[in-house]
């Protein structure tokens, strides 16, 4: 592969409901906005995303990969997008190299983890994408060192993005536009901030330590974990900020966070 002279940052998206595929407002603008501000051009984007679970380690090496729907009951429109960016099957092969365990997917398309951020992200198109899954059988160190394993992509012009949400309670979720969010979803995603911002990654990877409100804020590790392969390759002087900070439907997150 060929090193850019400027590394490639991390991003961590809070991608919340589907319908953001079709939103116009601050968060998506911050999306835009955050892409923009990525020079030099990808030369590849690689995603872990909530929504492709596994047993073992998968890469997909699809060359012209789907726009997947992978949700129900929403309006026509949001099925009619499409996000026709080529995969990166050279990409790809590089990271079954790195990944030691990992496996060949040859037939996978872009999960709404994937799409839905990308499109306000990269809106052309234009760049390669493939996808990496979650081993949903892991506990969270292993997430956190696999990924470690990934960190020479950077300097190879690849984008490296999770997707999924810090706090992700579908079972509490109010669509009531006037909704307010729940203490806990609050307090946790604090908490996650304050943890990010003094670089103390292990209480990050051991966050049921934080009781009651770790467990209503991840109810199930799906939405979490990409949050842990980002902060494996940050360096330990690399700034984080943030993109992105509010909530949705009273019981999500939608913290976003650059690293680098």
Not at 22 to 30: P, W
Not at 35 to 42: D, F, L, R
Not at 190 to 204: G, I, P, Q, Y
Request: charged letters at 15%.
């Amino acid at each position: 592969m060929n090193p850019l002279l400027q590394r490639m940052p991390v991003l961590c998206i809070g991608h919340g409901s589907p319908m953001n595929a079709l939103a116009h407002n601050a968060f998506s603008q911050s999306l835009t906005n955050a892409g923009v501000t990525i020079v030099p051009k990808p030369h590849a984007i690689c995603v872990i995303s909530a929504y492709w679970l596994s047993h073992g380690v998968w890469v997909n090496t699809t060359r012209l990969p789907k726009t997947i729907y992978d949700f129900g009951g929403f309006p026509d429109e949001l099925y009619q997008i499409t996000y026709p960016a080529p995969g990166a099957p050279a990409y790809a092969r590089r990271v079954l190299e790195l990944l030691p365990g990992s496996s060949e997917d040859t037939e996978r398309g872009l999960d709404h983890g994937a799409w839905t951020v990308l499109r306000h992200l990269f809106p052309g198109a234009d760049i390669p994408v493939f996808q990496i899954s979650i081993d949903y059988r892991k506990p969270m160190q292993f997430h956190f060192d696999l990924a470690k394993y990934l960190a020479p992509l950077r300097n190879e012009g690849v984008l490296i993005i999770g997707s999924g949400n810090i706090v992700h309670n579908l079972q509490l979720v109010n669509f009531d536009d006037n909704t307010s969010t729940y203490s806990w979803a609050i307090e946790f995603d604090a908490w996650v901030k304050e943890k990010l911002d003094t670089r103390d990654f292990s209480s990050l990877i051991n966050y049921e330590q934080q009781g009651k409100t770790a467990m209503l804020s991840i109810p199930t590790v799906d939405h979490y974990v990409p949050l842990l392969y980002c902060l494996a390759l940050a360096d330990a002087d690399e700034p984080i900020s943030y993109i992105y900070e509010g909530f949705e439907l009273g019981s999500m997150s939608m913290r976003c966070i650059r690293i680098g």
